[in-house]
């Protein structure tokens, strides 16, 4: 297992506000882990990850392992017990990114997503492939940005400080 600082406080920051993670009925049994794409090549292990956030051992201020999910859902599908390992992930990455902790990608990701309503950039490479798959050119969607807009100062997006 990772070495990580001790945080007493994050399994009350992870139930906080969210009265059934499943986090205790977790019994180890490693399945998440055995379907998961990352945990395949080298990334993160969906059993350790809720171990960890049950002894409040993930220091989620420099955790770089959490980013490592793809959010692709098997972990959550191949649970018998209804534990959602990809849904603590997600809870862990909001509190890591509350403090600070968000991979320089993503913070990329966001901001361009906030300004263009894309979360990849429009370039020469985008226009020849959808030009090449008979897709028409598009100009950025002032209805979509507004409504971008209203969703991030909604969410937590809105309060982090990118
Ligand atoms: S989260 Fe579910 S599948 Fe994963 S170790 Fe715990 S009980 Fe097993
Ligand atoms: S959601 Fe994340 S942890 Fe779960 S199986 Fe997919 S990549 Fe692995």
């Given at each position: 297992m990772k070495k990580s600082v001790f945080d007493p406080f994050l399994p009350v920051a992870l139930v906080k506000g969210w009265s059934d993670l499943g986090l205790w009925k977790c019994h180890q049994c490693g399945q998440c882990s055995a379907v998961c794409p990352s945990q395949q090549h080298g990334g993160i292990h969906a059993r350790e990850i809720i171990e960890r956030a049950l002894l409040g051992a993930i220091n989620v201020e420099d955790e770089g392992i959490i980013w490592l999910c793809m959010m692709c859902q098997s972990c959550t599908e191949r649970c018998q017990l209804d534990v959602n390992p990809s849904f603590v992930i997600t809870m862990v990455r909001n509190l890591a990114s509350e403090r600070g902790n968000i991979p320089q990608q993503y913070v990329d990701e966001a901001k361009l997503f906030m300004k263009?309503?894309?979360?990849f950039p429009k370039t020469g490479l985008t226009k020849k492939m959808r030009s090449e798959m008979k897709l028409d050119d598009f100009d950025i969607d002032q209805g979509a940005l507004t409504e971008i807009s209203f969703i991030v100062n909604k969410t937590r997006l809105g309060r982090l400080e990118l």
């Open positions: 263009t309503a894309l979360s």
